[in-house]
């Protein structure tokens, strides 16, 4: 499998608790035998989803009980309520966030007896918790909150002017194709003069990703030069080899934040996003 196929994008922090309860559960549950874990891609429909499954031998759940283990403060009737208890918290947290994630959650028992009974001898017990997420292995095109999901305050999706200040061409195209889904508008400029210029004339330039090696005139410089009369667009530095130091200077010149080359889509996405914007 492809590198890019077996990292899928989701809320690392989500789905780390999700499969943590439900192993806890599975341990609680589970006096002796085993409990197995694993995932499987679905592409019988699309979009395409990941299942996964969590597999304990222990005492089951019964029919009636399948659905409400999963609301919040009700757990399975069992023998033992001692030895069980608490559990329901655990699923009903599991079930809001894969909800939130976009994918469902269920289980199946091997318990079909009544409520709180033990099972016949001989018979196999234990549980399966299945759960599903979808299947996105691309970076979404925009990471940045405010594009996708706007906040209340903020409905309206604002695009940004973005200024790529850079003498190289072909980081100049790559820059750009970065940035296009969220531009309303792209500048170039290949020089720190023309990008104080530029400025000048375009006092409402959001973004500016500005290289620090240029000819005639270098990013620090005309960043210092811009915020003399610019103090409200957000400067990233391009920093060329991401040196010791290249932070302090690109902070002490005015910039806002920096990056070094070769730039990555995503961290570049990162941390625009992470950016306030007038
Ligand atoms: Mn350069």
């Not at 006096?31 to 031998?57: A, C, R």
């Not at 210092?224 to 957000?234: A, G």
């Amino acid at each position: 499998m492809p590198a890019k196929k077996a990292i899928i994008k989701t809320d690392r922090e989500k789905l780390y608790a999700i499969l943590t309860n439900l192993v806890k559960n599975a341990l609680k549950y589970t006096e002796k035998g085993s409990i197995e874990l694993g995932y499987h891609l679905k592409t019988d429909n699309e979009p395409y989803k990941l299942e996964f499954y969590i597999k304990d031998t222990g005492i089951g759940i019964s029919k009636d009980r399948q659905e409400a283990i999963f609301e919040r403060f009700i757990q399975a009737d069992i023998a033992d309520k001692q030895a069980h208890q608490g559990a329901g918290l655990g699923l009903s947290i599991s079930k809001a966030y894969v909800e939130m994630l976009g994918g469902k959650i269920w289980v199946e028992s091997n318990h079909d007896g009544e409520s709180g009974g033990k099972l016949p001898a001989g018979k196999a017990g234990g549980s399966t918790f299945y759960f599903t997420l979808p299947y996105t292995t691309e970076p979404t095109e925009i990471s940045i909150d405010r594009q996708h999901k706007p906040s209340v305050e903020n409905k309206t999706i604002r695009k940004l002017r973005i200024l790529i200040a850079e003498d190289d061409e072909a980081s100049e195209m790559l820059i750009d194709t970065y940035v296009k889904s969220f531009a309303k508008e792209i500048l170039k400029v290949r020089t720190g003069i023309e990008a104080i210029k530029i400025c000048q004339t375009n006092p409402d330039i959001d973004l500016i990703l500005m290289d620090i090696q240029m000819p005639e005139m270098g990013g620090y410089e005309a960043t210092k030069q811009i915020r003399e009369f610019n103090k409200e667009v957000i400067i990233i530095a391009q920093t060329a080899y991401g040196l010791a130091g290249d932070r302090e200077k690109a902070l002490n010149a005015g910039c806002n934040d920096y990056i070094s080359k070769p730039i990555k889509k995503e961290v570049l996405l990162h941390k625009i996003g992470k950016l306030k914007f007038k």
